[in-house]
């Protein structure tokens, strides 16, 4: 009676982490590049009581055993790396991936991070940034005299200034990575993942080469959330967490049926 309590309560708890992950996709929607999070869950150990395949007594095996089970623990929780949607925004400093691929940037903290938002901006020294103010890494500085920027769909960056406009001058690269394992980054806020042993090497190239895909100028990648998905999943998980709620209930019901017995 005692381990139906224990067993139900961490269904309970198993369903509050789902809609903690829900919430935490819903609230990111309007996030550019974000990526939504699936959690998984896993059972728990088992107590054996018949094992299966144990001789019945006339020596045929038991088909099935007798295993009561403990509960549900949470195992994870999976990134997916499904793109979003492109909108246009007419801004040349917006640049979009379409395809597998993260922009690196150099944190203030000194380490690498990695980002899909493509939403950049020049810092004072006329650097491409992201919103957060870490430069975009390798380094590409814009002259104060630009007139004009066009960044192609293989990274290139060029512009014409007011001393020549009608001159193109390159001016640098942005460069991609991508990583053999994508969900195995680690999430640190501001849009910026962090690289692990489990997502495996950083492979660096250029967009459009070595599967790395390609630049989007004038486009930001929205978020991969799809609503009304993540509502359906919110109805299941608060069915799933009330069912348990209930299941704890009976429990209680029944220990105390139990313990007023004799009287």
């Known amino acids: 009676m005692i381990k139906s309590l224990y067993t139900a309560a961490t269904g309970m708890k198993a369903q509050q982490t789902y809609v903690d992950a829900i919430s935490n996709n819903l609230a990111n929607v309007n996030t550019n590049g974000f990526k939504r999070s699936q959690p998984t869950f896993e059972d728990l150990l088992y107590v054996t009581l018949k094992a299966p395949g144990l001789d019945?007594?006339?020596g045929t095996p038991n088909p099935i055993g007798i295993q009561i089970g403990s509960g549900v623990k949470l195992s994870g929780t999976t990134m997916n790396f499904q793109s979003g949607v492109l909108e246009g925004t007419q801004r040349p400093f917006d640049v979009a991936i379409t395809g597998?691929?993260?922009?690196?940037?150099?944190l203030s903290s000194g380490r690498t991070g990695y980002t899909r938002d493509g939403h950049l901006l020049l810092d004072a020294n006329g650097r491409l940034t992201t919103p957060s103010g870490n430069p975009i890494d390798p380094e590409i500085v814009i002259p104060q005299n630009t007139v004009a920027i066009g960044i192609g769909t293989d990274g290139t960056v060029t512009i014409t200034t007011a001393d020549a406009p009608d001159v193109n001058q390159d001016i640098g690269r942005l460069t991609l990575v991508r990583f053999v394992n994508p969900p195995g980054l680690e999430k640190s806020g501001g849009n910026i993942y962090l690289a692990t042993a489990a997502a495996g090497t950083a492979i660096e190239g250029n967009p459009g080469e070595n599967g790395l895909g390609?630049?989007?100028?004038?486009?930001?990648?929205?978020?991969?959330v799809e609503v009304v998905n993540e509502l359906v999943s919110l109805i299941v998980a608060q069915r799933a967490y009330e069912v348990n709620s209930r299941a704890i209930r009976a429990s209680d019901d029944m220990?105390?049926?139990?313990?007023?017995?004799v009287r």
């Open 56 to 58: 019945a007594g006339d």
């Open 100 to 106: 597998d691929g993260f922009f690196k940037v150099t």
């Open 214 to 224: 390609e630049i989007q100028q004038n486009f930001l990648e929205r978020s991969n």
């Open 255 to 261: 220990l105390n049926q139990a313990t007023n017995i």
